[in-house]
C-alpha cells in the first residue's frame, strides 16, 4: 500500500497567568468582552491565562500565529524535540512544567503533507518574564488571533486538560511564584480556570490536601495598603494527583 | 536535512480483569510467585488484570509477544486505526474504554526503520469473554511473557495511568460488569491496582462521590451460599473526574 509522506511535528501550548492592560482592542465587541473569561473573574482584575504564539510571516498561513513546535529530527525523541523547538522562542529555563497532552492526526489538518503533530503543555509561573524574539507575544486564551490551521484547537484543548489537571493534581505550583498570598493565588486559579473560586474555600481545602503550606511570613504591611498577608508556598514542584480518595491510597 | 524513514503507529494494551488457574508455571520461582499482585490481594483470589497480547510467528523478535496495533494509514486518524487493528484481535464492541495515554518515540525503540508508537489504553469489563485468534491470549500483567520491543514497558505505562484514574475518575465503569455486589468490586480494584481494597471505605467512598448507586436489587440467597448482596451499577458509563474539590466546580 502506498503511503503518502508523514511528518512528525511537536506543538506547543505554554501558558502563563498574566496582567494584561484593559483597554478594548480595535474590532472588538461589547459581546466579545462579556464572554471574556476575565469578565467571570473579579471585577478589574484584568489577569487572564496566556498563551505564546509567534507570526507566520510566510505562507503557508502567512499572516496567522502558530503555536511555537516544529519537525521531530532523526535522533531525538518528542519531549527532546518540544523543549528544542521551544528554546527558539522562549527560554526553556523559565518552564515549571511540560507534558504531552494529546495527538492530532486528523489526516487533513493541514495542507500538503500529512503533519501528526504531538501537543505539548507548557507551564510558566506568573512572575517570569521571559525576553521574547519580535515574532512572538502572548495571548489572552480568551482572545485569540487568527490561528494557523488547527491550532486554536490545540490551545483549547490544552487549556482544558490544564483546567482539568487544577481539580484534581497540585500543577497551579508551576503557575505560581515560589511563595505568593491566598489572594494572588486566587487570582492565578480564576484566570486559569476561567471562573471565580473562593478564596476560603481554596485555602481550607489546599491545607488539608497538603498541596500548599504556610511559609511563616506575611507581606510587608505597606505593600498592599492593609494589614500583612500570609505568605504560601506549593509543598511539592513535581506534578502529582492530590486527591484525598484514601481508601485507593497504596499501602505505605 | 536528511531524514530516516519513519512510520507511525499505534499500540493498544488492552485490559481486563480475569480469574487465572492457580497453579505455578513452570520456570515460576517462589518470589516471582509472592512478588506478583494476586498474593497482596486477599488470599485464594487469583483474580488479576490481565492484557491481550499475540505471539509474532515471524521474525523480527519471533515468539516473542506483541501489543496488537500497526500502521497507520493514510486516511485514518490514530484512534480509528487503533480501533481498525484492534478488530483484528478483538471484538472491538466489547470495549467500554479506549483512550490515547502516550507516545513513545524513542528513536531506537525498534530496529530498523524509525516506529513512532502511539499508545493507547483499552477497557474490557470483567463478564466479557471475547473470541480471540489463535495467536491470541491473556496474560496476567504480574507475570508478562517475553515482550516484543518496548511492548512492556507500553504495558507498564498504560497499566500505571490505568491505576491512576481509578482514583481520580470513575473509569471502573469499563472494568465492572452492568451489575455487580461490593465484594466483586473490591476484586476489581484489587487487581486493577495491584493491592487490596477495604470494601466498606470502597462503598463509602464510591457512594458520597455518587460514582455507584445501588440498583435496589440483590443476589439470589443460594448463590454466594450467605445472606443476599446488595447489588450496584456505575452511575456514569462516559469517564469523568469524581474528585470532590467543590471549590474549583465551575459554576452551574
Chains 1, 2 share one sequence.
Not at 523559565?94 to 492530532?104: A, M, P, Y
Request: aromatic content about 6%.
Amino acid at each position: 500500500m502506498a503511503h503518502r509522506s508523514t511528518i512528525h511535528e511537536t506543538l506547543t501550548a505554554v501558558f502563563q497567568v498574566r496582567r494584561f492592560p484593559d483597554t478594548v482592542r480595535a474590532g472588538e465587541s461589547a459581546i466579545d468582552r462579556n464572554s471574556s473569561v476575565s469578565d467571570r473573574c473579579p471585577p478589574g482584575q484584568r489577569t487572564e491565562l496566556a498563551v505564546l504564539l509567534w507570526e507566520r510571516a510566510l505562507d503557508p498561513a502567512k499572516g496567522t500565529w502558530s503555536l511555537p513546535g516544529g519537525r521531530l529530527r532523526d535522533g531525538e525523541d518528542l519531549d527532546a524535540s518540544a523543549a528544542r523547538q521551544l528554546a527558539e522562542k522562549v527560554d526553556v529555563r523559565e518552564l515549571t512544567h511540560l507534558e504531552q497532552v494529546w495527538v492530532f492526526s486528523d489526516p487533513d489538518r493541514v495542507p500538503g503533507d500529512r503533519r501528526i503533530a504531538s501537543a505539548y503543555l507548557g507551564l510558566v509561573p506568573l512572575t517570569a518574564e521571559p525576553v521574547l524574539p519580535p515574532d512572538t507575544r502572548w495571548h489572552p486564551v480568551s482572545d485569540l488571533p487568527a490561528m494557523s490551521f488547527d491550532h486554536g484547537t490545540v490551545v483549547r484543548h490544552a487549556r482544558n486538560r490544564l483546567a482539568a489537571k487544577l481539580s484534581y493534581t497540585n500543577i497551579a505550583f508551576a503557575l505560581a511564584p515560589a511563595t505568593f498570598t491566598m489572594s494572588t493565588l486566587r487570582e492565578i486559579y480564576c484566570a486559569a480556570l476561567g471562573y471565580d473560586v473562593d478564596t476560603t474555600n481554596l485555602q481550607r481545602v489546599l491545607t488539608r490536601r497538603k498541596v500548599i503550606t504556610p511559609t511563616g511570613d506575611t507581606t510587608s504591611p505597606g505593600r498592599a495598603g492593609g494589614r500583612p498577608a500570609a505568605l504560601y508556598r506549593f509543598t511539592d514542584t513535581e506534578i502529582r494527583v492530590t486527591d484525598e480518595f484514601a481508601a485507593l491510597r497504596p499501602p505505605s
